[in-house]
């Protein structure tokens, strides 16, 4: 059974909620690449909430890139971007990154809300102080 650890972020309030979506929810994501939009009911949220797919990581730690197609690994050489921030300017680096494409390996997903529903996100999650 597929289950995601997802990020929301909502750029109007700064504010960050995790949640874990499984089963049926979670399957729906699989197939899916970086920037796709996907409809809040997803997520367990009202239906007109509208989420965008900014990344994630795989089990192994691994981040999704969204200029690598596909779903896989691979050993990049890279000069900066997502996987590796360089000390000096114009060194390289060969690291490895995951594809765009959400398979069963993806762990953690990250989305950003793009359209705000009629209920704020702090009802669906609580605030952090009903959870001290």
Not at 26 to 51: C, R
Not at 92 to 105: E, L, T, Y
């Amino acid at each position: 059974m597929t289950e995601f650890r997802v990020v929301i972020s909502d750029p109007e309030t700064g504010r960050a909620y995790s949640t874990i979506i499984s089963g049926a929810s979670a399957n729906k994501l699989i197939g899916k690449e970086i920037g796709d939009k996907v409809v809040g009911t997803v997520f367990d949220l009202s239906p007109d909430y509208e989420l965008e797919i900014t990344g994630g990581s795989d089990k192994d730690g691994f981040p999704m890139r969204p200029d690598l197609p596909g779903s896989g690994r691979r050993r990049l050489l890279l000069s900066g971007g997502v996987g590796y921030r360089p000390r000096e300017r114009g060194i390289r680096r060969r690291k490895m990154v995951r594809g765009r494409v959400i398979s069963p390996d993806i762990v953690q997903l990250n989305v950003r809300v793009v359209t705000k529903g009629k209920v704020p996100l702090e009802e669906f999650f609580g605030s952090r102080e009903e959870k001290e």
